[in-house]
């Protein structure tokens, strides 16, 4: 074999480790990616309507990062006690509780049969949020909580409702299909970011 035909298929050689290393290297960062990459977020308007005085939890607001949904409830104490929720905080202050994720097909209340699909799961410290009456407490209003709204996703299109169900059997319930991305039509109000 001469020199040159060594130099030539060396090089060659080269050239195909270099394309693969560059092919794996892009699987690689698609993979970490995830299959959605979109960043976004929206936020709902509170129902602020009551019959009756108690404590509601109002999904008030969606972020997707990466394709990871992140649900934020408001609570509002309107009843003559305080309410207790048990969770996790996280390094960041955030208020994680401890929910039930179900679902259900039926389109009207006489339909609903909630399905549990999921409970939630987040680390930090744990511990147990006192909710007062507005009437003792005005701040008391502006408790946030945040909920991984990830377990919801393979129910789009599969349920017509989904809820978070507190262990002091508070809930918020919310359409599915607010969750898709802003070109899926959600009726919610868009905020780029």
């Known amino acids: 074999m001469s020199l040159k035909?060594?130099?030539?298929?060396?090089?060659?050689?080269?050239?195909?480790c270099q394309l693969l290393a560059l092919i794996a290297f892009l699987f690689l960062v698609k993979a970490s990616l995830g299959s959605d990459e979109s960043t976004w977020s929206r936020g709902f308007l509170a129902d602020t309507e009551t019959q009756s005085p108690h404590v509601g939890y109002a999904f008030v607001f969606l972020t997707s990062s990466r394709g990871h949904?992140?649900?934020?409830?408001?609570?509002?104490n309107t009843s003559?006690?305080?309410s207790e929720i048990?969770?996790?905080?996280?390094?960041?202050?955030?208020?994680?509780?401890?929910?039930?994720?179900?679902?259900?097909?039926?389109?009207?209340k006489e339909e609903w049969k909630w399905h549990t699909i999921g409970r939630s799961s987040n680390r930090g410290r744990v511990v147990k949020v006192t909710i007062r009456p507005i009437k003792e407490d005005a701040r008391s209003?502006?408790?946030?909580?945040?909920?991984?709204?990830?377990?919801f996703k393979p129910m789009i299109g599969r349920a017509t409702y989904g809820r978070i169900l507190l262990e002091n059997n508070g809930w918020?319930?919310?359409?599915?299909?607010?969750?898709?991305?802003?070109?899926?039509?959600?009726?919610?109000?868009?905020t780029p970011q």
């Open 5 to 16: 035909k060594v130099n030539r298929y060396l090089v060659e050689r080269k050239y195909s």
């Open 69 to 76: 949904l992140v649900g934020e409830f408001q609570v509002t």
């Open 80 to 82: 003559a006690s305080s």
């Open 86 to 108: 048990r969770g996790v905080e996280t390094p960041d202050g955030k208020f994680w509780p401890n929910v039930v994720c179900q679902v259900t097909t039926g389109a009207t």
């Open 141 to 151: 209003s502006d408790k946030k909580l945040f909920v991984d709204m990830d377990r």
């Open 172 to 190: 918020s319930m919310f359409d599915l299909k607010d969750l898709l991305p802003p070109e899926g039509g959600s009726k919610g109000l868009i």
